[in-house]
């Protein structure tokens, strides 16, 4: 598959960041959404097979991951298939793209999805995040591929200003996220978006067993005194440090490291 078709959306831009975003550690995190439709030449099942098949295995060749790989259950713009990478910095996001690009595994297995005269899918979106400094890195929820695939949600929350951006970082870090492992918000990762829509934001993810789960393990942070402590600290408040949150529901697919 040719550079420009696959990696072109985020190689350019991620020369715009600053020397920081460029350390060792944290790490930067790639979300690469494959928007779909529902077609009766099976796009997403193409699409699904060859990013189950060939392309998780060969970021792993490339020397990138964990790698998640998910498809949206619930939320906008449906369907779509999110690729989850993580990358030690951004020298090795490009790296591994060149790498990825002239992996014969790859091309070959590329190859029928370039000569369908079906699209393969409609458009790519790529974001790229930077770990927090508290939560550098994707933490792999225990258990294995033989494992059932949990619930994940992906939450975006959008700021006014780097500067509101920063306190809603640094209460993540200083609180919030062992609040969430207290009650059952299972965190995967957190980063803040360095090329991408609608920034300054952050996004995350937190995992659950199921459904029903989700909604118990919420209710029971949104409900417990550590956080009714802290949305109330000066400073922190929702009208000070976040202007807009969104969110969707993903279910991880075949191949996926993150289930």
Wanted: net charge positive; charged share 20%; glycine share 8%.
């Amino acid at each position: 598959m040719q550079r420009r078709s696959f990696v072109a959306g985020a190689a350019g831009a991620s020369f715009m960041t600053s020397a920081q975003a460029q350390s060792k550690s944290p790490s930067i995190l790639e979300l690469r959404y494959f928007r779909l439709r529902n077609t009766m030449d099976n796009q997403k099942g193409r699409v699904s097979d060859f990013l189950s098949n060939a392309v998780v295995a060969a970021l792993q060749r490339a020397g990138s991951g964990p790698v998640g790989l998910f498809s949206s259950s619930i939320g906008p713009d449906t369907p779509y298939i999110l690729l989850m990478v993580q990358h030690p910095n951004i020298a090795a996001f490009e790296t591994c793209w060149d790498k990825m690009n002239a992996d014969e595994a790859i091309l070959a297995a590329a190859r029928p999805l370039n000569l369908n005269p079906a699209l393969p899918f409609e458009r790519m979106d790529v974001q790229l995040l930077r770990g927090f400094k508290g939560f550098p890195a994707v933490e792999l929820p225990p258990g294995d591929a033989k494992r059932p695939g949990r619930i994940f949600e992906l939450r975006t929350y959008e700021s006014n200003t780097p500067a509101s951006l920063a306190k809603k970082i640094g209460m993540f870090e200083n609180g919030e996220i062992e609040i969430f492992r207290k009650y059952g918000l299972l965190p995967v990762f957190f980063g803040e978006t360095l090329v991408g829509p609608k920034m300054p934001n952050l996004t995350y993810m937190v995992a659950f067993d199921n459904l029903a789960a989700r909604e118990a393990n919420w209710k029971a942070f949104a409900t417990s005194p550590e956080w009714g402590k802290l949305r109330v600290t000066p400073g922190l408040s929702d009208g000070e440090t976040v202007s807009n949150i969104s969110n969707v529901l993903l279910t991880p697919m075949p191949g996926s490291q993150i289930r």
